[in-house]
């Protein structure tokens, strides 16, 4: 060993020598004539500074000796360990500032991820182009590189289709019953479409249903070209059922009527929504009545457009303690927004009177409704006030099946009776309602009242007299026998075929042997005897009767959670159950997609193709995120 007379500078040792002993040693280096040279041939301790051992290539004993007889408490095993922790994190930390390989898992997963994002999030191919976008992805994985757009538009939202398609298509096969609701629409490019969507009851007793197709109608809306739409989507999604056909619930368009009629589909259920709007409108067509919605009308509008009278009338609500709402202006296809803009109007009228008595306001050729007009607005709201509680049931209510139909057209009609103390205005009212509804659904009635028998609330059939009551139930059990009976006769002919082959000849069992007493006695006794089995129709007589003897279920009880405990108590007729009260009452969930299409064909969007439309529809509609 030879000591230096000065503190020499240390050359750390290169990465290949990774004994843990080069954490406390060093290469000393020279300066010679402005030339650094590190000596090799020996180190330098960095505790004691200034003293030099001999060091031979690879050889580190005197390292180790020299540490063990003057700094014995330097311990290199644990200085090994941190060594490799902090080797460790180094290359974790230069791993992640890498890139993420394209077709790793993760950028796999994340690009699920965004395709998912834009699906069931209504977005826009572009977003992923969108800076605010792309920032966001950067600080949640910085090393995820976003594809283009056209990637997700020709791949990854494809693919995502494809999937949900299969499933789809798989969940619907397993499916015993099943029911459609169709609807049209024209989107932002002036370009018709036709929404297909399919409503079942799970073995859960869960009402399911799928937007199956949202597809382009280039041709004219003829019964004949809508009908071979319907024959589209039943071929492509194997919808058709051995001896039943689909009944489709539409509105009341003759077009599409006939339409359903014309694919061998059926029976048409109209949407009682529509029907109820149809009716409604009749009472807003007649003279006083639309007198008095257009006087209401002007003055809605004047508000709205004025912001000078919009400010005076919300000073007034609030010096009246009168709620701080809007006025509502309505729309002349949909009843029930001239009812709440005529609802709006008596609410407010106080404020609207003070409002236009202003001096700003004035001389505005502006007049409120004067006493008669007012009280004739408020017998129409009361007297319609049925038909609103309909359409705001009709439209909200997810159990809104079938068989409600027949039981709300009556309490409609009951409550359209005439009254002695009715003026004139509303008697007429009554009367249109009336004579729109009554014959509605002639041609299904005897189809909707079974759906409604078979529903634990309706089932007494309270608004019919008894002998069509007793004809109702002998149908029930009529249909029961065939659709048990062809079961029976396809489950057999499956057993034939599969006993006919040699193998299950060569396997089956001899006939068993019969005992002496049956022998014996059998024939006669067991035949005479009370104990033998009931027959098919007996057990079917027997469980209707037992069904219409239970009480009736509470109105706002789920009839689907009340089958789904008793159908093991009434098994005939829950199968039964199944094929009719998946029926909805409205067309409501394909006519929802009008307003999911309208955030997806956006006027920003409005090149999309006719095959993304439908694939996006499909997603937006029927992809569950977990």
């Known amino acids: 060993m030879a000591n230096a007379s000065e503190k020499p500078e240390l050359e750390d040792p290169p990465s290949s020598l990774r004994s843990p002993v080069w954490e406390h040693f060093g290469f000393p280096v020279k300066v010679t004539d402005g030339q650094r040279q590190m000596d090799n041939s020996k180190v330098v301790c960095r505790y004691c500074s200034t003293t030099e051992i001999g060091y031979a290539a690879g050889n580190t004993s005197n390292m180790l000796t020299h540490l063990k007889r003057h700094h014995p408490s330097v311990n290199v095993s644990s200085t090994r360990k941190k060594t490799s922790l902090v080797q460790t994190v180094t290359l974790i930390t230069s791993a992640f500032k890498q890139h993420l390989v394209s077709n790793s898992d993760r950028a796999k997963a994340i690009t699920h991820g965004i395709g998912v994002f834009i699906a069931t999030g209504l977005c826009p191919y572009s977003v992923v182009e969108n800076a605010g976008f792309k920032y966001m992805i950067k600080v949640l994985e910085p090393r995820y590189e976003i594809p283009s757009h056209p990637h997700f538009s020709q791949k990854v939202v494809p693919a995502l289709y494809e999937k949900l398609e299969v499933m789809s298509s798989s969940e619907l096969s397993r499916v015993p019953s099943l029911s459609l609701t169709t609807d049209s629409w024209t989107s932002r490019a002036t370009e018709s479409y036709l929404t297909v969507t399919v409503h079942y009851i799970s073995p859960q007793w869960e009402m399911r249903n799928h937007v199956l197709q949202t597809r382009p109608v280039y041709e004219q809306h003829t019964s ?56 409604s409108q009749k009472v807003t067509s007649i003279n006083q009545i639309s007198r008095l919605l257009g006087k209401v009308r002007t003055i809605v509008t004047f508000f709205h457009k004025s912001t000078t009278a919009a400010h005076i009338l919300e000073s007034k609500q609030e010096m009246l303690n009168i709620p701080k709402h809007s006025l509502i202006q309505d729309v002349p296809t949909r009843w029930n927004s001239s009812y709440d803009m005529l609802q709006r109007y008596l609410e407010q009228q106080a404020a609207i009177y003070s409002a236009l008595t202003e001096k700003p306001l004035k001389n505005k050729d502006i007049y409120t409704l004067n006493d008669e007009e007012v009280a004739m607005a408020e017998e129409v709201i009361e007297a319609l006030k049925p038909l609103k509680t309909i359409t705001t049931l009709m439209s909200t209510e997810s159990r809104a099946s079938v068989s409600m139909i027949i039981p709300l057209k009556t309490t409609v009609l009951h409550s359209m009776a005439p009254k ?25 009635y005897d189809f909707l009242h079974k759906c409604t028998a078979l529903d634990p609330r309706f089932k007494a059939l309270p608004h019919i007299e008894d002998d069509e009551r007793q004809k109702i139930f002998s149908d029930i059990i009529t249909e029961m026998m065939t659709t048990t009976e062809e079961e029976t006769e396809d489950a057999t002919e499956i057993g034939a075929g599969s006993s006919s082959s040699p193998e299950a000849s060569s ?18 006794f067991q035949r005479q005897g009370g104990s033998s089995k009931p027959t098919l129709l007996e057990q079917v007589q027997e469980e209707v009767s037992k069904y219409r003897a239970s009480g009736c279920l509470s109105l706002e009880a789920d009839p689907l959670l009340w089958w789904k405990g008793n159908e093991a108590t009434y098994p005939h007729i829950a199968k039964l159950a199944k094929r009719y009260l998946c029926i909805p009452a409205t067309s409501v969930a394909s006519e929802r997609v009008f307003s999911t299409a309208g955030d997806i064909v956006t006027a920003t969007r409005s090149v999309l193709s006719a095959e993304n439309v439908d694939k996006l529809m499909f997603l937006a509609k029927n992809f569950k995120l977990e």
């Open 224 to 279: 004949t070209n809508l009908a071979e739409h319907l024959k589209e989507a039943m071929n492509e999604w194997k919808l058709e059922r051995p001896g039943t056909t689909i009944p489709v619930t539409t509105d009341n368009a003759k077009n599409i009527v006939s339409a359903v009629k014309e694919a061998g589909l059926g029976p048409q259920i109209g949407c009682f929504a529509h029907t109820i709007n149809l009716a």
């Open 420 to 444: 002695q103390e009715d003026s004139s205005a509303v008697r007429e009212d009554k009367l249109a309602v009336t004579r729109s509804l009554q014959e509605r659904y002639s041609v299904c």
């Open 507 to 524: 396997t089956r069992s001899p006939p068993a042997k019969k005992s002496v007493m049956t022998e014996l006695f059998g024939e006669l």
